[in-house]
Every structure is written in C-alpha cells, then in structure tokens.
C-alpha cells in the first residue's frame, strides 16, 4: 500500500476476523476484564475524557461491539447536561446522536441487550448499524467524532477505513483510535511477549473453548503498525494535529486527529 504497511494474506484475514467475532460474541466481554485485568475499562474512560463529548454531539463508534465505548459517551453527556440543567433533559441532549457500527450482528446484539438493560431508549440516543469501517453508510461531514477501539487492527485496508473516518466527519471533528500497540521498554516488552503469546491463547481455550482465535488476536497486534507509523498513515488520510499517548508502556497507545 501507499503507507508501506504489508497487508498479510487479506482473504484469510476478513475470514478469520469474522469467524473470531462470532465465536467470540457472548464471551467477548468477560474475556476482555480477564486479559486486561480489568485495565481496558480504564482505557476506555481515558478515550472518553480525550473525545470530550458534548450535549447534541453527533458521535460515530466504529467496530463498536458490545458498546463499551458508546455507553461511556452517552453516559459522560449526560452527566455533563444533567450538571447544567438539574436532571431536566435539555433540547440539545435530546439532539444527541451515539451511533455504533460493527460489522458483525452478533456482537451488536449483545450491545442492544446491555442497552436494554441500561433502559437507554434506542430512539432518543442511540442507534446499531452494522456495516464495514472501510465503507461506512453515513453521510459526508455528518459527525462531530469518531472512535474506533480495538477494532481498526482487524480492518483489512488500514487506509481505507482511515479516509472513511475523515469523510464522515465534520470540519472540527475529532478523530479518536484507541488500539493494541507496541511496547518499547526493554525488560518489560520480554513480560509482555511471553504473557500474550502463552497466557492469551491458553485463556481463550479456558475460558472461550477457541485458542485459534485468541491466538490470532496476538498475531494480529504484532503485525500492527508502531506508534508512529500509524500516526503517519493518520496525517496521510488528511487529519492534523495527529498524536499520540501511550498507555501501561506502549500496550496500548491512543491516537487522535482533527479534521480541519
Ligand atoms: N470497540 C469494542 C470494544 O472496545 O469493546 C469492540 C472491540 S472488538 C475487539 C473488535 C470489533 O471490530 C468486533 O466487534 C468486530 O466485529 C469489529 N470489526 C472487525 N472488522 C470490522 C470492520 N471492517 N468494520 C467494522 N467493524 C469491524
């Protein structure tokens, strides 16, 4: 591709990536406090207090899964307008629009479960779209944000799904990725290494009865572009004032964008 980064065995790839999320759908969230000692939660909320949400906001959540990180966006502008307004629903929450796009139906079933049981109202804020990040069904201009976590690694054309976010946003618009990333600290990288490639598969035997699929997770991270190869492929898809911060030693690494 342009930006260098060698697409692996594509076909194989959106074939496994379909097959993990639907053998992983109903586990997917227990596995995730597991594997992460709980940490992806914090992470989450760091996404979130970078997104900065506001009351009317129109957000895109792309490869929103179960809707961790939507909840949290719904969650956080309503804390800020029930601040301002005394719990009265103002006009512009009212105008607030959570969208959460995945690709696979069974992960956004459980999403509406949770929904549901969260007594989120699906017509006021929150709408389940599945559809593909590299050709998203939303309209030019048409978000305020745009996140993507632990999702753009299992895209297939990196690029592709990059210039997709760009498009959809508005000028202003913050672009946001939280993702697996790469750790360069020395002792610490070894620990690492050895807890993803052994302990990562033996969990997801344990836990998901699938150790391919976990196995491919780790995979995955390793063939991820570094941090700030990454940040590269951003500005090339035309965001500025790209960075990036990496969490627990590069284990993690968010990067953000603005369309302007
Ligand atoms: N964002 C959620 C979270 O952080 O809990 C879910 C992350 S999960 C590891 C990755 C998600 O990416 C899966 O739900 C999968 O279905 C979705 N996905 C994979 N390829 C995709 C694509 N091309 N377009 C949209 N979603 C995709």
Known sequence: TSFGYKQVR??????????????????????????????HR???????????????????DVAGGT????????????????RATQGTLTDLEEDTHI???????????????????????????LSWVQGDAEALSFEDGSMDGYTIAFGIRN???IEKALSEAYRVLKKGGRFLCLELSHVDVPIFKDIY?????????????????????????????RRFPKQEKFA????????????????????VAIHSGLKL
């Not at 914090?42 to 895109?60: A, E």
């Open 10 to 39: 594509e076909d194989e790839k959106s074939k496994l990536v379909g097959n993990v999320f639907s053998s992983v759908a109903s586990s997917y969230d227990v596995m995730n406090d597991l594997m992460s000692a709980g940490l």
């Open 193 to 221: 290494d050895a807890y993803s490639f052994s302990v990562i598969p033996a969990v997801g035997e344990l836990v998901a009865g699938d150790r391919q699929s976990y196995q491919y997770l780790v995979e995955s991270i």
């Open 42 to 60: 914090l992470w989450k909320d760091r996404l979130i207090s970078k997104l900065n949400p506001f009351p009317g906001m129109k957000h895109l």
């Open 155 to 157: 895209v297939t054309h």
């Open 232 to 251: 590269q492929m951003i500005q090339e898809a035309g965001f500025e004032r790209v960075e990036y911060e990496n969490l627990v030693g590069g284990v």
């Open 67 to 82: 809707g961790d990180v939507a909840f949290r966006v719904v969650e956080r502008i309503k804390s800020v307008s029930h």
């Open 99 to 125: 969208y959460v796009c995945d690709i696979n139906p069974n992960m956004l079933d459980v999403g509406k479960k949770r929904a549901a049981e969260k007594g989120y109202n699906e017509e006021q804020c």
